[in-house]
């Protein structure tokens, strides 16, 4: 299992065999091995792998794997561990949008704008019953909306260009542009 962080660059065309691929670029951070759990000390074995400091925030995060043969300490995991062709998924959080109502949320219709309605355009109606005369959970109403953990599974890898440290991605990676996102091989 090969697995690796990275930071979103942006999206743009790579023509390539006679056809154009719509790719994601990822630039690979120099990633280092800082902890290693084994299945005798820990009760499960992984790989926590860091990067700089983007933002003035370090990146870690913990990859599980059968076995940890081939990991030492303080090594460094670079892109030359990915070939073009090779399937990957990817983590990573979507854009958040901070809070917001159920039309925009939930894609409720909203009320009416005419006869005699005056500020019930964007308002979500009614919330509940007279029994059990209180608001049962899961009921769709406004809130926070966006940053969730989301994964694009089967991407294709079009492009490995280790002079600039960028992996060319076939398709959408979840997130914004300059945000940390993993890639795990399949």
């Known amino acids: 299992m090969k697995f690796i962080l990275g930071k979103k660059s942006g999206m ?10 719509n790719v994601t670029l990822v630039e690979i951070l120099p990633n280092t091995i800082d902890k290693i759990c084994s299945g005798d000390r820990d009760g499960y074995t992984s790989v926590r792998l860091s990067v700089p400091k983007t933002k003035n925030v370090l990146h870690k995060r913990e ?6 043969e081939g990991f030492e300490l303080g090594k ?9 062709g ?16 159920v039309v925009k949320r939930h894609g409720f219709s909203g009320g009416p704008a005419t006869h005699g309605h005056r500020h019930v355009l964007r308002s979500p109606g009614s919330i509940g019953c007279a029994f059990p005369e209180h608001v049962l959970k899961g009921k769709k109403m406004a809130g926070r909306m966006g940053d969730d953990r989301m994964m694009s599974q089967n991407l294709k890898v079009i ?5 600039k440290n960028l992996i060319a991605v076939e398709g959408a990676v979840p997130g914004v542009s300059g945000r940390i996102v993993e890639i795990v091989s399949i």
């Open 159 to 163: 492009l490995v260009d280790k002079e």
């Open 63 to 68: 990859f599980r794997i059968d076995s940890t």
């Open 86 to 101: 090779e399937k990957v998924n990817i983590f990573g959080n979507r854009k958040a949008k901070g809070f917001q109502g």
């Open 12 to 21: 743009t065309t790579i023509y390539k065999d006679d056809r154009a691929y």
């Open 76 to 84: 460094t995991v670079g892109i030359d561990i990915f070939e073009e």
